[in-house]
């Protein structure tokens, strides 16, 4: 954005003239700055190192270096100053550990002041104090207890102190190495709620916006979040909002000081006179947030305030929550909350003036009992005016620690593997370990130190953190510790909770920071932004090990048969499998460091397609994961699915924060309803309007176009549906399940849609034999395997027409998890493939395909079929009538609830041909195969209706295929648009009964 076109400021109200809040308790920003420059004066190049190169270790706002992806400037907070201290500390002297009594009057501050732990320490029964180990001792020693217990008698807790997304991922595959779900983050003391509430609502446990989204939005809302002194960078951003005239309000039981002025250090006139933050101040009881927000919702109701089309078009419920609220007398309301209803119609104003809003809330929100209810309650409150998927707008959990949010993402919790599987559905994860994942959930972090009183845990393993200082109770966590056989404590620094008195033994690993790791590390943003921070050359403390290390040794040193399993040689290769198991479409990766731009860009700057992380990279490089900030469609996706499925475990039972809570609770609005981007179609058993009966089974009429006949297909060596009927059997999986109505509970079995890893090879006949190239590997619902794999070719531009096959067959042998799972397209010899197309590194997901094309030309290439203008014709209204008859035909929805489909129609509305996956890219492939497989392309004379939106590659395979009317449930890409225009396509998007928009070449459009 040039400086020209940036919008008009203004300044913000200031705080007074006390320049640096000389007098004030907070901040002492400039003292702090001088004083760990004094702190750190030992090591000053490696400091300035960490500050120069590192992606900071305190919140989660991601900052590289001293610059983010949000906004110019330098940003450099007091908390990062703090850590750094730790980072650069030197070697704790081990002498002073060989008397653990003379250290506990000693607390946290005063036992990090003494260094860093240098070597592995062990301390036994009835010893005073600890003992210098060698790491091949303590290692044994784990190893052992852990060999010699059963595993559900074991847990593995990581806290999110600078860990790494490599350490989150490892600890989590290493419990499961060794046999057990008990493996949580600190994010579950804090998060939980908000991951189970937006989950159950959203269908997305996380950010649906950027930090960008604040500066310019009319109105931003923090609930019980005091983000100056847990994020103080943000409020750097709440300054620039300001200037853009942006109203804040607070709701919270106490007027926090910060919000009310701050005195910003890298901006020089709130430096000086400081800043007006808040604009006004709701103060709510403690745990009076849903009674407030549910008043407030009774006054935009009465006011007429609500989006009633977004309402209608985007969500299901609202009915429900109007008469929960019919129900709730002002008097009630008044009392839960402890304001008056004026001040909640005062909030109900200034929000229905607003034609976007940020709301924003931290831990005042969630620990406490009634935190999912609080987090449903801000979410009907966003929804009841549209504010999601819109730019300037969007829902927050605010994250107060640098890695909590790809802890989750990596699958470091109890009930959720990599990728966001329930651990009961572990077959894609399986086939990638080589190894069984237990099906049943572990425990919370909680539900260890319960387990633990009770005397159920034999081997309790903590990567940092301190439950005596985190969790309520602290005698009883003490007595629960002091009750464990072996505790296992991998930290930087001494903590109070290794003090307490072994059981039998305890053993302190020492462990490097982030910045020392070998190979580096990766940290996922508030705004699930990956951010790469490299290897910081400097000093070393004693025989520290990265973190990811010494959890691998001793995951292979207790089963010793396996080690290959569990074994990675360095972060890059750990990267690499991170890659495959939590696959995440849309990734950029902006490249040489922060984009430079007029505050407040959005994230820009030349990004370069790419898909997961490669082994290394440029400090700071960022990695855009779907959702936030650049795909402001994709922060409104449903999950398409019931809402029980892949929720947290609920409200974590954490005591303090805010709590309290009361009998207002419930009836969240459950939104974004599609179509909308990335939806999946819901079951008739969850939405109330899908009240008619189950669709008719099997794929439709019988094709009547002689052109587009479906029969035998040409190809030697297998037959029609050849790569179906071999895997239908995994099309669906039924399973166990209890359905409730009302308090009745009763045992019922549900059909799911089944999912597995595909993956396509390509066998290439040469002079001395034949080369097997494995090319792509796809997340699929078995069936039709190879018809995805012909069309996926096809629409890729690697093969020209059916006879370049000589034959498609499913590899034989293999493990039971590849058996019907890795197809291989045989080339037939003579034919000349294009050996750039085969260089490109295919990852295709469910739900993206092949991501990443930032430029035309490669479809230019591929398309070998023109589009004729004019021809053929359609109508509106059948137009509209199209995505129902979809619909009644998709025999495995029908059965799951849970598949996209892709169906080809005549212009008439005939349908031709059907098919359902749970990727909507690979319906399209499976489709486009069948009828290159039948000799049938190009489609001139077809109609595709897809399930999902119309993204840039369901586009590019139907130009590939040459069909000319494209017609989706949900919205097209930017670049999606472009390319049918260009194509001469007619593309069409939000198609319902009765109304749809029409993005490109309109001439094909008939009145009627």
Same mark, same amino acid.
């Given at each position: ?30 003292? /702090? ?49 703090? @850590? ?81 997304? /490599? ?32 989950? %159950? ?51 919270? *039981? ?49 006011? #007429? ?16 929550? $109007?008469?929960?609220?019919? =129900?709730?007398?002002?008097?009630? @309301? ?83 593997? *990599?990728?966001? #599987? ?94 020392? %790791? ?24 004693? $025989? ?10 001793? !995951? ?33 990766? *902006? ?42 469609? &994709? ?66 009429? !019988? ?32 399973? &166990? ?21 595909? /993956? ?6 040469? $002079? ?13 619902? *078995? ?20 006879? #370049?096959?000589?034959?498609? !067959? ?47 030309? =490669? ?16 109508? =509106? ?10 619909? !009644? ?43 290159? @497989? ?75």
């Amino acid at each position: 954005m040039a400086e020209a076109d940036s919008p008009r400021t203004r300044s913000p109200p200031p705080a007074g003239w006390r320049p640096f809040g000389l007098g004030e308790t907070k901040p002492h920003h400039f003292l /702090e700055i001088f004083r760990t420059m004094w702190e750190n004066k030992r090591a000053p190049v490696f400091a300035w190192r960490i500050l120069r190169d590192g992606v900071c270790d305190g919140c989660a706002l991601g900052t590289t270096g001293m610059r983010d992806f949000t906004m110019d400037g330098v940003h450099l907070c007091t908390v990062r100053l703090n @850590l750094l201290k730790l980072n650069t500390a030197k070697s704790l002297d081990p002498r002073r550990l060989a008397d653990a009594s003379s250290l506990r009057g000693m607390g946290s501050r005063a036992l990090r002041d003494l260094g860093r732990l240098p070597y592995p320490m062990v301390r036994r029964r009835g010893e005073p104090g600890f003992t210098r180990v060698s790491w091949d001792e303590a290692i044994d020693l784990v190893a052992g207890r852990i060999r010699g217990t059963s595993p559900e008698r074991c847990c593995f807790y990581i806290t999110s102190r600078g860990v790494t997304n /490599e350490t989150y991922y490892v600890a989590q595959k290493a419990a499961r190495f060794l046999g057990t779900n008990h493996v949580d983050n600190s994010s579950r003391v804090c998060h939980a709620p908000s991951t189970t509430g937006m989950k %159950q609502t959203l269908g997305v446990a996380a950010s649906t916006c950027s930090y960008a989204d604040w500066i310019g939005t009319d109105l931003l809302v923090f609930f019980g979040s005091d983000v100056p002194n847990n994020q103080p960078v943000a409020t750097k951003y709440m300054y620039y909002a300001k200037e853009r005239g942006t109203r804040i309000l607070v709701v919270n *039981p106490f007027r926090e000081l910060g919000l009310e002025r701050y005195w910003v250090p890298s901006v020089p006139r709130s430096a000086l006179v400081g800043t007006r933050l808040a604009d006004d101040f709701f103060l709510v009881h403690t745990g009076g947030d849903i009674a407030f927000i549910n008043g407030v919702l009774k006054h935009l109701i009465d006011m #007429d305030a609500v989006d009633r089309e977004f309402i209608r078009s985007h969500t299901d419920g609202f009915l429900d929550l $109007e008469r929960a609220l019919d =129900a709730q007398d002002w008097e009630t @309301l008044e009392r839960y909350s402890g304001l008056g209803r004026d001040r909640m119609r005062r909030f109900a104003e200034v929000y229905a003036g607003a034609r976007s809003a940020v709301f924003v809330w931290s831990m005042g929100i969630t620990q406490h009992r009634f935190g999912v209810d609080n987090v449903k309650a801000i979410v009907n409150l966003g929804l009841a005016r549209g504010m999601v998927g819109r730019e300037r707008c969007g829902l927050m959990p605010i994250r107060g620690h640098s890695g909590v949010q790809g802890g989750a993402e990596v699958g470091c919790v109890p009930n959720q593997l *990599p990728g966001g #599987d329930p651990v009961s559905s572990a077959g894609r994860i399986e086939a990638l370990w080589g190894f069984p994942v237990p099906a049943t959930p572990g425990h919370t972090s909680v539900e260890m130190i319960d387990a633990a009183a009770r005397g159920e845990i034999d081997v309790f393993y903590a990567v940092g953190g301190n439950f005596l200082e985190t969790l309520p109770e602290p005698d009883f966590v003490r007595e629960a510790l002091a009750r464990v056989p072996l505790r296992v404590h991998q930290d930087l620094v001494l903590t109070t909770q290794m003090l307490v008195d072994p059981a039998d033994t305890v053993v302190l690993l020492p462990a490097q920071t982030r910045y020392e %790791q070998r190979g580096g590390g990766t940290e996922t943003s508030t705004e699930r932004r990956i951010y790469f921070s490299p290897e910081i050359p400097g000093p070393r403390v004693g $025989e520290a090990m990265a973190e990811w290390e010494i959890l691998m040794r001793v !995951a292979e040193r207790t089963r010793p048969e396996s080690r290959d399993r569990i074994h990675f040689e360095d972060a890059g290769s750990i990267r690499a499998e991170i890659a495959k198991a939590v696959p995440v479409p849309g990734r950029e990766v *902006p490249h040489g460091g922060p984009p430079r731009a007029v505050h407040p860009p959005r994230p820009s700057g030349g990004p370069a397609p790419g898909r997961g992380l490669p082994p290394e990279h440029a400090a700071g490089e960022a990695v855009q994961l779907d959702g936030p900030a650049g795909h402001r469609s &994709d922060a409104r996706r449903p999950a398409g699915r019931r809402p029980d499925e892949r929720g947290g475990r609920g409200d974590p039972g954490v005591a303090g924060g805010r709590p309290g809570g009361g009998p207002l609770g419930g009836r969240p609005v459950r939104g974004p309803r599609g179509p909308h981007p990335h939806q999946t179609p819901q079951r008739p058993d969850v939405l109330a309007r899908s009240e008619r009966g189950p669709p008719p089974r099997g794929h439709g009429p !019988a094709v009547r176009d002689a052109r587009l006949q479906r029969g035998r297909h040409t190809v030697r060596g297998w037959a029609s549906h050849g790569g179906g009927e071999m895997n239908l059997r995994h099309a669906t999986a039924d399973v &166990d399940v209890t359905r409730v109505s009302g308090r009745a509970r009763e045992p019922a079995r549900d059909t799911l849609a089944g999912e597995e890893p595909m /993956e396509i090879r390509l066998a290439i006949p040469q $002079e001395d034999g034949v080369f097997t190239r494995s090319l792509s590997v796809t997340m699929r619902t *078995p069936g039709d395997d190879f018809e995805l794999a012909a069309g996926f070719l096809f629409t890729e531009g690697i093969l020209a027409g059916p006879s #370049d096959i000589e034959g498609i !067959a499913y590899a034989p042998g293999g493990t039971r998890e590849e058996e019907g799972n890795v197809v291989t397209v045989s080339i037939r010899r003579g034919v000349q493939l294009d050996p750039k197309r085969l260089l490109r590194n295919f990852y295709v997901t469910s739900s993206c395909g092949v991501c990443g094309k930032a430029s035309l030309d =490669a479809v230019r290439v591929i398309a070998p079929n023109e589009l004729r203008p004019g021809a053929p014709t359609i109508t =509106a209204g059948l137009v509209g009538a199209l995505p129902e008859r979809l619909r !009644a035909d998709q025999s495995l929805f029908a059965r799951t609830g849970g598949l996209h489909a892709a169906g080809l129609f005549t212009p008439g509305g005939e349908l031709l041909a059907l098919q359902e996956d749970v990727g909507r890219h690979n319906a399209v492939d499976k489709l486009v195969g069948e009828q290159f @497989l039948a000799g049938n392309v190009p489609l001139s004379q077809a109609v595709l209706q897809v399930s999902g939106r119309a993204g840039f590659e369901i586009v590019q395979k139907a130009v590939v295929a040459g069909i000319p009317i494209l017609s989706a449930i949900g919205a097209p890409s930017s670049l999606a648009v472009d390319l049918a225009r260009e194509s001469g396509m007619t593309l069409l998007g939000f198609v319902r009964e009765g109304r749809f928009t029409v993005y490109a070449d309109s001439g094909r459009l008939e009145s009627g």
